[in-house]
Structures are given as structure tokens and as C-alpha cells.
């Protein structure tokens, strides 16, 4: 386990498009999949991260809290399930189901989406605007794995409310801290330096 900050992309970043396989339902998932919604929360998360296990209950509540509000959510795992396993496609399926997962579960196997927003740790947050621009990243709240600071999803509720409230959001934010995400050799993204 590599503790790895995210990157925090530049705010007003416009949300790169995907189309992924939803890993429970099959269909594929685009940005075309949350027309009209006034905000769009994405995900980079995974199984087998102690970091998103600490979490993953409250990735969980805020799917259920936020499944009726005008709010588009999609998780998505980029590791390289041929060396981590537990990241597969059935597996995050059966963590879905598990957690009982309101929004899509994708995989990005060509880990091009991970690189196109340049995630870098699990978990990673990224929440953009009616119009898709970039208004938060960072983390979901101040809790660590052993830092007895309680899992609120604070920060990242607070972006969801403001965006979904017409308010901006406050741009004094924090990086997510996690587990690196896990690259294919030779396709580590160059934003690293690596």
C-alpha cells in the first residue's frame, strides 16, 4: 500500500467523457447518462483499498441520501485486476451488491478515464456543475484508517448541497489520501513524473 495524495485537478476542469460497462447491469455509462442533472459526483474507488473499506459504507449512505436530489453518480475502479484480483469486474459486482450501491459500479480497464482526470489515489472525488465544469475534488471528509475521526462524509456533502442549492462551493479543499492507484506496467500516467 502506497499512501498517495490525489492531484487536485484544476478547478473548472471540464468532465472528460467515458462510456464503461456498468458492472451489475452491463449497460454502458456516459456522460450522456446524467443529461440534465445539476451536479455529477465521479468516483474512483476499489475493493481491496483499506482507505475506501473505511469509507465505503458512507459512499454507500450518500448514494441512498442522494438518489432522489437532482445528482448523478458514478464509481469507478481503474486498477489492474490481473495483479489485483479483488478489483476484477465480478468482484466489484459483488461489492455493489454488498454495499447496496444506488448508482453505477464501472471498470475501466484500459485505465484511460483514470488518466483523463487524473486520479491518482482510492478514493478520489471529483463533483462537477450543471454545465460539467470542475467544482470540487478531494476528499470525502477528515477520517483516516486509525484516526478515530468519525466517517460524516462531510466535505464532500457540503459540495454536493451547495452545487445542488445553487451556491458556490467553497474552493478551500483538501486532497483525498489513498492507496496509488494500481497502473499496468508501462501505463503509469505522466503527471506523476514516473
Known sequence: MVKTLSTMLDLG???????????????????????????????????????????QHEIARIGR?????????VAISSNDAESFPEDSPSSLK???????????????????????????????FYLFDKSRQLVYRGQLDDSRPGNDVAVTGQDLRNALDAVLSDRSVDEDQRPSIGCNIKWKAGNEPDYFGI
Open 13 to 55: 476542469t471540464e468532465a472528460p467523457d467515458f462510456h464503461l460497462a456498468d458492472v451489475v447491469r452491463g449497460n454502458t455509462i456516459s456522460l450522456d447518462t446524467f443529461k440534465g442533472k445539476k451536479a455529477l459526483l465521479v468516483m474512483f474507488i476499489c475493493r481491496h483499498c483499506p482507505y475506501v473499506k473505511h469509507i
Open 65 to 73: 441520501d442522494y438518489r432522489d436530489k437532482d445528482v448523478g453518480i
Open 94 to 124: 459483488e461489492m455493489a451488491e454488498e454495499l447496496g450501491f444506488e448508482f453505477p459500479y464501472c471498470y475501466d480497464e484500459s485505465q484511460e478515464m483514470a488518466k483523463a482526470y487524473a486520479a491518482a489515489c482510492t478514493p478520489d
